[in-house]
């Protein structure tokens, strides 16, 4: 991405770029709240539950807005067990399939305050919960940031909403833009290198190990592409690097379709390493399918991984990762990106002939425990059309190794082991 919003006047805004498309001006028509009251009945106070409490009003004579002369303020004075019963819809604007849409506000509170920025909508119902990004206000104006593809069309079939239902206290926003952008590339992640800041991307830190702790920043000097990059800050070691994560969750896997997923980092040291690995989604228990290490310096360096999806997996249920728990210190990342190849259906491979004895194959429940001789430089799990579900490349040891390798769906499945001489596979039965 390339380009921010910056604010001409009531009305005006520039036009700017998501990942190479030009975008268009705001559909709102009043995001700076300046016409007072008809700005303020476009907007929904959406309060429910039993014991939330909220009004709102807007102020045009404090002189503290952020732009113009007016912003809107919530004021909650009760909060009821769920967060989102105090939330703050935009207006109606029409949403249009296939469509990128990044919406951006600028929101303060009375005190240091946990807010959402979460999307409704798509094609099952206006209503349905779609995604949500954590927006963290402070006393001072601060810009928020949030992005998703339409996956329906139609006037107020897509809402973003300022979600402001965790504590009592008052909330305050100003400039809100809603731009849309033509996606004509396909894009998969929608903020790959973080123009719009953290939008879309997480930063998971394990609640279960106490020694983990990080924190995501973006800093504006500095980026590989753009004007911003993301830095992950590690100041707690945790027990394992998969307690520090950082991923974006914002896109639909195919089944059979091969993922490239490739990006630029850095550290603030060199011989840093970090994993990219792939996950399964909550119904599969978030199972590890597949990864590899790679080395940081500092220096911006690429790095990229394929990994084939299976059947098994569709929306949020395959996701990319970078574990970034190996050690304390600073990790980079800009200029992420995700590309799919659609992979043909093959023939049968034959399963091939050979004197020596299979290596052992353990079935565990949400992985394959696979112990290969000297030598091995391949491993592939493919099905019986060919098809390749997980493909693990090494460099050759003298030694007698043990592979954790992703556990395939039920079925028939072909596990194809390579040395530098030959080759030799094994079928085994998924239960």
Not at 107 to 134: E, F, L, M, N, P
Not at 269 to 284: E, T
């Amino acid at each position: 991405m390339t380009g921010r919003h910056y604010r001409l006047s009531a009305m005006l805004i520039v036009s700017f770029t998501v990942g190479g498309f030009t975008a268009s001006e705001n559909l709102l028509t009043d995001g700076g709240f300046e016409t007072g009251a008809v700005a303020l009945s476009s907007w929904l106070l959406n309060v429910s539950g039993d014991t939330a409490a909220a009004t709102r009003m807007i102020d045009s004579t404090s002189g503290t807005a952020h732009g113009g002369k007016a912003f809107q303020r919530i004021t909650v004075t009760a909060v009821s067990s769920e967060n989102w019963h105090v939330q703050l819809k935009d207006p109606t604007w029409e949403a249009k399939t296939g469509n990128i849409y990044h919406f951006s506000m600028w929101a303060r509170s009375d005190s240091t305050r946990t807010s959402q920025i979460s999307v409704y909508g798509g094609a099952d119902s206006k209503d349905t919960y779609r995604t949500s990004s954590t927006a963290s206000l402070t006393t001072e104006w601060k810009q928020y940031h949030q992005m998703f593809k339409a996956d329906t069309d139609g006037k107020g079939q897509i809402n973003f909403a300022f979600v402001c239902g965790f504590s009592v206290g008052t909330y305050d926003i100003d400039d809100v833009v809603i731009t849309e952008a033509v996606d004509t590339l396909g894009t998969l992640y929608l903020n790959g290198d973080f123009e719009a800041e953290g939008a879309t991307w997480g930063l998971y830190v394990s609640p279960d190990d106490s020694n983990a702790a990080a924190t995501m920043t973006f800093p504006s000097e500095g980026a590989k592409s753009g004007s911003k990059f993301c830095r992950v800050t590690v100041t707690g070691a945790p027990e394992s690097q998969g307690d520090v994560q950082l991923d974006d969750g914002s896109w639909t896997s195919d089944s059979g379709a091969a993922y490239t997923f490739t990006f630029w980092g850095k550290a603030d040291a060199v011989d840093k390493k970090v994993d990219i690995a792939v996950q399964a989604g909550s119904s599969h228990n978030y199972a590890y399918l597949g990864g590899t290490t790679v080395t940081l310096t500092t220096e911006w360096t690429e790095h990229s991984y394929t990994y084939t999806a299976d059947s098994i997996y569709g929306d949020d249920e395959l996701s990319f990762k970078i574990y970034c728990g190996a050690a304390t210190g600073i990790y980079d990342f800009d200029a992420i990106t995700l590309s799919k190849e659609i992979i043909p259906d093959g023939t049968v491979i034959p399963l091939q002939q050979h004197t020596a004895p299979m290596p052992s194959i353990r079935i565990y429940p949400q992985y394959l425990q696979y112990c290969a001789g000297a030598a091995i430089r391949n491993i592939t799990i493919h099905d019986l059309r060919g098809r390749v579900f997980h493909a693990l490349r090494m460099n050759p040891s003298s030694a007698t190794q043990y592979f954790r390798l992703p556990r395939p769906t039920r079925g028939t499945w072909i596990i194809t082991v390579a040395t530098e001489a030959t080759s030799f596979s094994r079928r085994i039965m998924i239960p």
